[in-house]
């Protein structure tokens, strides 16, 4: 059973930081793009961040120059660095991954169960 475990979240003031980190388990043959949405209440999940295998980055222009995206692949894990962190930034983030699991023919997407990310003063 494959899984993504997402790490991290936590209060931070406006202005702080927090990194989180997402880490894939299970019988996995390959990760293929990874990235990190969220969900704050009342709202649909959007787009934050996306790294592909090979290291190329996509984000959304709310946090673009605030928050990185990296990954390690030999730990199947990606990370999101959040920086001057704002009111509007309070959400649940999620972690998604396009993966191959040993044994199977296609690639699915699977998503983690979330991390609260709350910025108040």
């Known amino acids: 059973q494959v899984q993504l475990v997402e790490s991290g979240g936590g209060l931070v003031q406006p202005g702080g930081s927090l990194r989180l980190s997402c880490a894939a388990s299970?019988?996995?043959?390959?990760?293929?793009?990874m990235g990190w949405y969220r969900q704050a209440p009342g709202k649909q999940r959007e787009l934050v961040a996306t790294i592909t295998s090979g290291g190329g980055t996509n984000y959304a222009d709310s946090v673009k120059g605030r928050f990185t995206i990296s990954r390690d692949n030999a730990k199947r894990t990606v990370f999101l660095q959040m920086n001057s962190l704002k009111p509007e930034d309070t959400a649940v983030y999620y972690c998604?991954?396009?993966?191959?699991?040993?044994?199977?023919?296609?690639?699915?997407?699977?998503w983690g169960q979330g991390t609260q990310v709350t910025v108040s003063s």
């Open positions: 998604n991954a396009d993966l191959l699991e040993l044994g199977m023919p296609t690639i699915y997407n699977c």
């Open positions: 299970g019988s996995i043959f390959s990760i293929d793009a």
